[in-house]
């Protein structure tokens, strides 16, 4: 329950004033629906009674009937003030969640991030955030409202009709339905997170299968991928029939108990008005009241369902969203850029032993340093180590005469930049790629970094900056995908650029003409690139070796 209570309270801020009029407004609708049900039930006896007695035309039935009316839309009007005010609170709310959702995953270390599947990231900014719309609007608020307009309902019987019919309406009105919930809550959880986790799994795994069509078809896998989604699909139906069950005989308990709190309001009421004690349109207060407030426990039975979810959604979020609070720390390196690199040694996860060699070099500004050695020797995790995404086994890694882990993030992003090697490209113009790196960029400058990286004519040929690519960049060859991504980076022109194999899929001249162009473009940077052609290596002013660790690592040995 504690991360529900934290993510209520995040939610909570910047719009308290709007769901403090909300729970007011909930409790004045509570209110005078009790106050309706109960004035007309008094009113209706007491103007029989008296017309029974003859004494009809005495009876003042212009105040009562048009308290009546007051009540009545005095109750509408505070309903839809009340779902105003909420409402559009938690749609900011929720917006500012997501957002900060968005940057807390994004800070996230870069090990958590990598097994972090794109499914998965989906999920947790769509599907959790909004299992989390209700746990004000349908849990907090309701339950509040609820409890305050019992409490005040028994309050004002135990006063008006007779301290019994406030004490029965207080136990099968609070106590109760108060007891109810929290079996059903404790029922309803496993299921809830079940049908939850099935959604997610149906919904993660029609994206792989999108996602790998062919591949699938080609294989002959696409059966036993349909198949796997239509399981989602029926384990999720299993869950959600058994949480209307579970909430069809909430439902029913809760009316069982309504039912019956009237039942003795009217057998209290009922003696006790003919021991003369109350008059018969006091008894009758009792009754009417104790139906109305059946409007106070409904929220129950609709909370019950959605609880689990909201539980594990708030679990899963609440270490990213309270993350962002965290002010960054680290400083700016002041001395020259000199990336140094000393006795540093790599163990990558699931593995015993380093990947290579202790290592040491030195990359200055201006200098192109190139990384070869076998595929798999360690090039690109070398990098990653470089940019302060991963930390060395053994070894220190200094940005500037400063230790790489007390840089701070905000400095190493915007002068540092880096081209995997699987670059990401996202839908839309070339414009929109390039600005990434650089929004405020003119379009001069957009272009001077696609001529850089020999890509301004083909750019220009297919439309120019506008030229929209479909989802992940599709729509360029891989070579023309790789250059975009390059300009990308020149953009930020960064003091340390780490390239991972740049020229993979081009020809031998273009890849030495973008060479030549990235460093025209960056006179001053440093350079360390994975590299494994001859143009890279050529290029490059030292290049060092990797050399893997001898023997086989006992993880990754097979007999
Ligand atoms: N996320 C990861 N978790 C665990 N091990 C990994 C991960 N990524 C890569 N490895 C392993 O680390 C080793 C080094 O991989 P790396 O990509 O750095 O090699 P590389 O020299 O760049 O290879 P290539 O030239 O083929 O690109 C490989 O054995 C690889 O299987």
């Known amino acids: 329950m504690r991360p529900l209570v934290s993510i209520a309270t995040l939610l909570l801020a910047g719009e308290r004033r709007a769901f403090v009029t909300g729970l007011a407004l909930t409790l004045t609708v509570l209110v005078m629906g009790a106050a309706l049900l109960g004035l007309s039930g008094w009113f209706i006896t007491a103007a029989a009674a008296a017309g029974l007695t003859g004494l009809g035309i005495l009876f003042n039935v212009f105040v009562p009937s048009a308290l009546v009316r007051l009540l009545a839309l005095g109750r509408t009007a505070a309903r839809y003030g009340e779902r105003i005010s909420t409402h559009d609170a938690t749609l900011r709310a929720l917006s500012r969640l997501r957002v900060r959702l968005l940057e807390g995953l994004l800070r996230a270390p870069y090990r958590q991030l990598e097994r972090l599947r794109a499914n998965a990231f989906l999920n947790r900014v769509t599907a959790d955030v909004e299992a989390l719309d209700g746990v004000l609007l349908r849990l907090i608020l309701p339950g509040l409202a609820g409890l305050a307009v019992v409490g005040l309902t028994a309050l004002a019987l135990a006063l008006l009709v007779h301290p019994a019919v406030g004490l029965v309406v207080a136990l099968g009105q609070g106590v109760l339905p108060t007891l109810l919930f929290l079996i059903g809550q404790g029922r309803a959880r496993p299921v809830s997170r079940r049908a939850e986790a099935a959604m997610q799994a149906l919904r993660s795994r029609l994206i792989d299968l999108i996602a790998a069509r062919s591949d699938l078809a080609m294989f002959g896998q696409l059966p036993a991928a349909i198949f796997h989604v239509n399981d989602a699909a029926i384990r999720h139906g299993m869950a959600r029939a058994g949480l209307d069950q579970i909430e069809r005989r909430t439902g029913f308990a809760l009316d069982l108990t309504g039912t019956a709190v009237t039942a003795l309001a009217l057998a209290i009421g009922g003696s006790l008005a003919q021991a003369g004690a109350i008059t018969p349109a006091q008894a009758a207060i009792g009754i009417f009241a104790s139906l109305a407030l059946g409007e ?164 220009t040929a297919r439309g120019g900056l506008s030229l929209r690519l479909g989802f992940r960049g599709t729509g360029l060859s891989g070579g023309e995908g790789r250059r975009l991504a390059l300009a990308r980076a020149l953009l930020c022109k960064p003091d340390l650029l780490l390239l991972d194999e740049p020229t993979e899929g081009l020809d031998g001249p273009t890849a030495t003409q973008v060479l030549h162009g990235l460093r025209a473009a960056l006179p001053g940077a440093a350079i360390l690139m994975a590299a494994h052609r001859p143009e890279e290596i050529a290029l490059a002013d030292r290049s060092l070796s990797l050399r893997p660790v001898a023997g086989p690592d006992k993880n990754n040995s097979h007999p």
């Open 296 to 459: 106070a426990t409904a929220p129950i039975r609709r909370a019950l369902p959605e609880i689990g979810r909201m539980v594990q959604a708030a679990s899963r979020i609440t270490p990213a969203v309270t993350a962002v609070t965290a002010p960054a720390t680290g400083r700016a390196p002041t001395a020259s850029l000199l990336l140094r690199l000393e006795g540093v040694t790599v163990v990558r996860d699931g593995a015993e032993r380093p990947l290579f060699d202790p290592l040491s070099l030195d990359v200055a500004p201006g200098e192109t340093v190139a990384l070869t050695g076998p595929s798999g020797s360690g090039k690109s995790t070398l990098l990653l180590v470089a940019r302060g995404l991963l930390t060395p086994a053994t070894g220190r890694v200094t940005l500037g005469g400063m230790l790489l882990a007390d840089v701070s993030p905000d400095w190493l992003r915007d002068h540092v930049a880096m081209v995997p090697q699987r670059q990401a490209l996202i839908a839309g113009s070339v414009a929109e790629n390039l600005r990434l790196a650089a929004p405020g960029a003119d379009e001069t400058t957009l272009w001077q970094a696609l001529r850089a990286v020999q890509l301004a004519d083909t750019i």
